[in-house]
């Protein structure tokens, strides 16, 4: 079944809700082939698995590239509710990503436009095309929420 990235945005959001219903940062990420199809999901783990690299991001491309049967993905897409922070934009293009799309801007630690914009930097050997703010309203309310209700 093809998936936009407004559908992907969608089902990210869903994957947000359930993190920050076990204490996690509500961040969720969802990572479609070139047909559209949804090969990889995931919401931060930190907390609960102990990792600091539990990002949702992170959990996404390691289950894409497990199901596609390669770390290489080229010609995918990631749909992530935050902007990717510096290690997440350096494993996208690790990963070869061709396009991010995501929902909040995070002007702390952003980096991809915000903060830093790792994933379109010309010195790199790879860049991914960055489309900002889709679902904007729907991710920062999630965030801010979540932290509203920990104070």
Not at 30 to 42: K, M, T
Not at 88 to 110: E, N, P, S
Not at 119 to 147: C, K, M, N
């Amino acid at each position: 079944m093809r998936t936009t990235a407004s559908e992907g945005m969608r089902r990210a959001l869903e994957l947000a809700a359930e993190a920050a219903a076990a204490g996690e940062v509500p961040v969720g990420a969802v990572v479609l082939d070139h047909a559209g199809r949804v090969v990889g999901e995931g919401r931060n783990t930190r907390e609960e698995s102990h990792d600091p690299t539990g990002h949702a991001e992170i959990v996404a491309m390691r289950r894409a590239a497990a199901s596609v049967g390669s770390w290489n993905l080229e010609t995918h897409t990631l749909v992530v509710t935050l902007e990717p922070c510096v290690m997440c934009a350096g494993a996208i293009l690790q990963a070869r990503l061709d396009r991010v799309v995501f929902g909040a801007w995070d002007d702390k630690a952003g980096a991809a436009g915000s903060m830093y914009d790792l994933l379109r930097d010309r010195r790199l050997p790879y860049r991914a095309e960055v489309i900002g703010g889709v679902e904007e309203q729907a991710s920062t309310a999630l965030l801010r929420d979540f932290f509203e209700r920990r104070r």
